[in-house]
């Protein structure tokens, strides 16, 4: 399977949008889902200083994609993918391997000295991908509704 990845264009930004409405539907009951979506509700955006949307292309078909965000930690820049999904008839072949790999590059070339990434508790199969890739837990976040 030949797998290309991009940083998404303005007429990628549909359909990485109607991959995020799927992984919204898919994601919906578990834990932590309804707060997530509300702390991060912008999934897909344009190249921008803050950040940027990549996407996975294959036979000119998007498959997945990652938003990463730029952040500053005092004078250090750092990168959080805040969203991540491939369609399940792609999964399991290297396209969530190469959207991280994509969004390593990038936020290196933004001069990024680390790179976070987010998943719900109950994600075991993003986690799993994050794991493989070198992104392994640094922080526990733990919360209750007031």
């Excluded at 009951?29 to 940027?52: H, K, N, W």
Aim: with cysteine; net charge negative.
């Amino acid at each position: 399977m030949n797998i290309s990845t991009r940083v998404a264009q303005e007429s990628d930004l549909d359909t990485c949008r109607m991959m995020d409405s799927e992984a919204r539907a898919a994601l919906r009951d578990l834990r932590g889902a309804a707060e997530f979506f509300a702390s991060y509700p912008e999934s897909v955006r344009a190249a921008d200083t803050d950040g940027c949307t990549v996407i996975a292309v294959v036979a000119d078909h998007g498959v997945g994609f990652a938003t990463v965000q730029f952040m500053r930690a005092g004078t250090v820049q750092h990168g959080v993918i805040t969203r991540m999904y491939v369609v399940p008839d792609a999964r399991e072949v290297g396209v969530g391997d190469a959207l991280v790999a994509a969004v390593r590059a990038n936020a290196s070339e933004r001069g990024c000295a680390w790179l976070d990434a987010l998943a719900l508790p109950g994600d075991r199969a993003l986690k799993n991908l994050y794991e493989r890739n070198g992104l392994t837990a640094r922080l526990l976040v733990a919360s209750t509704r007031l």
